[in-house]
């Protein structure tokens, strides 16, 4: 399989986003951060797998890092074990009812738009 050219505008942008500089971009990513310095110069096309992790932790997608979409938003979320709140929530949310399940949905798009 062909490596994916990245964009590393892109790749940059969405670190800058989350407010991180180069090497605490590595160390969430996991990687050695001359490996990333590598990635984000063009000096280095990270493989598929990379690409992915890489993703994922800047909140993003494959696709959006490597020109094929201008949307950004990704259509799967990772989710810590280690996050309780939100298990809880997703937990609660699979034991209700279609009624209760559009109740808590209604709930949640009124909180974000309130945080705005």
Not at 40 to 55: K, Q
Not at 56 to 63: I, N, Q, R, Y
Not at 90 to 115: F, I
Request: aromatic share 8%; proline share 3%; hydrophobic share 30%.
């Amino acid at each position: 399989m062909k490596k994916p050219k990245i964009n590393i505008e892109r790749l940059k942008e969405k670190r800058l986003e989350k407010g991180w500089n180069k090497v605490e971009a590595a160390e969430f990513m996991a990687m050695p951060h001359s490996i990333y310095l590598r990635y984000e110069s063009g000096e280095r096309s990270p493989s598929y797998t990379a690409l992915r992790d890489m993703a994922l932790t800047l909140g993003t997608t494959v696709e959006y890092l490597t020109d094929q979409t201008d949307d950004d938003r990704p259509e799967e979320y990772l989710i810590s074990a280690k996050d309780n709140r939100l298990i809880c929530i997703l937990e609660t949310y699979n034991k209700v009812e279609e009624d209760g399940k559009q109740r808590l949905y209604n709930y949640a798009k009124k909180l974000h738009s309130d945080m705005r």
